[in-house]
T-cell receptor
Framework: SQQGEEDPQALSIQEGENATMNCSYK?????LQWYRQNSGRGLVHLIL?????REKHSGRLRVTLDTSKKSSSLLITASRAADTASYFC??????????FGKGTSLLVTP | DGGITQSPKYLFRKEGQNVTLSCEQN?????MYWYRQDPGQGLRLIYY???????QKGDIAEGYSVSREKKESFPLTVTSAQKNPTAFYLC???????????FGDGTRLSIL
């Protein structure tokens, strides 16, 4: 079952702008992960945030987690054309497998 | 270089035919997974395996079968019982069940 749900479904911005996408989920989690998928390729892991963490950074990526609201956000700063991809959140609540959302499709135009 | 290799990249299935998708990893990961992705959709879990000779059904296991005889290999068979097999199939692996997953580049399966 797909527990995570990303918002918006699609996002179009210009290079240099920031991109923010959100993920909401339904049950308590152990951790939440964000992945990127370029067209026709496999997913690439971006960042993992544990349930006891509130914010995490990796390069131009910033992830926040609010367990009281059951939501997370991914911020990509100073977007580049190469950031064009679909972004998925994945939640772990079983310890055995991840549940992926339907993704946010990001288009960054020069 | 360590990674996951899926083959073939494209596969065509005739009516009533079983086909097998290959997935091999050299990351020494214990856990492996198979997902199905339909256009504009997220990933749906078909099967997963946490250890050799053991595997569990995911959300959409009907019409699929797997084996895990070696740590490195987790092949997926799409049987003739799967009536709508056209999709993009992704294999992944991780050290443990809730750790970051590494993905192959997928197999696109179509019906002839």
């Amino acid at each position: 079952s797909q527990q995570g749900e990303e918002d918006p479904q699609a996002l179009s911005i210009q290079e240099g702008e920031n991109a923010t996408m959100n993920c909401s989920y339904k049950t308590s989690i152990n951790n939440l992960q964000w992945y990127r998928q370029n067209s026709g390729r496999g997913l690439v892991h971006l960042i993992l945030i544990r349930s006891n963490e509130r914010e995490k950074h990796s390069g131009r990526l910033r992830v926040t987690l609010d367990t009281s609201k059951k939501s997370s956000s991914l911020l990509i700063t100073a977007s580049r054309a190469a950031d064009t991809a679909s972004y998925f959140c994945a939640t772990d609540f079983s310890g055995y497998a991840l549940n992926f959302g339907k993704g946010t499709s990001l288009l960054v135009t020069p | 270089d360590g990674g996951i290799t899926q083959s073939p990249k494209y596969l065509f299935r005739k009516e009533g035919q079983n086909v097998t998708l290959s997935c091999e990893q050299n990351l020494n990961h214990d856990a492996m997974y198979w997902y199905r992705q339909d256009p504009g959709q997220g990933l749906r879990l078909i099967y997963y395996s946490q250890i050799v000779n053991d595997f569990q059904k995911g959300d959409i296991a009907e019409g699929y079968s797997v084996s895990r005889e070696k740590k490195e290999s987790f092949p997926l068979t799409v049987t003739s019982a799967q009536k709508n097999p056209t999709a993009f199939y992704l294999c992944a692996s991780s050290l443990e069940g809730n750790q970051p997953q590494h993905f192959g580049d997928g197999t696109r399966l179509s019906i002839l």
